[in-house]
């Protein structure tokens, strides 16, 4: 018997911005033609070297549609960012990260 085939996310966070990408172009956000000019750029900025395309890509490329259209700006995804990390730090293992573990989160 064979080892299984490797899955084609290699954590969750990539499948669940897999599935935010496709579920906010169905709802009309951003049109496929605008992901790809948007992917494009994350992996191949005017000003660096070409990236690889990872999920890491991906989730840039989100990001700047989602700052683009005023969904959630720059500033908005870092602070959340940040609150995601600490409450990670404070999550025991094994169990899920969720923000309300964030120490620094008002209460």
Do not use: C
């Amino acid at each position: 018997m064979s080892a299984p085939e490797p899955g084609p996310f290699a954590a969750p966070w990539e499948a669940q911005v897999f599935a935010l990408v496709v579920s906010l172009q169905e709802s009309g956000l951003f049109t496929w033609a605008e992901w790809a000019d948007t992917l494009g750029a994350a992996i191949r900025p005017p000003d660096g070297p070409e990236a690889p395309a990872n999920y890491g890509r991906w989730l840039a490329a989100l990001e700047a549609i989602l700052a683009r259209r005023g969904v959630a700006g720059t500033d908005a995804v870092e602070v959340r960012s940040r609150a995601f990390l600490r409450a990670a730090e404070a999550t025991p293992h094994g169990q899920p990260i969720v923000l309300g573990n964030d120490p620094l989160r008002g209460g």
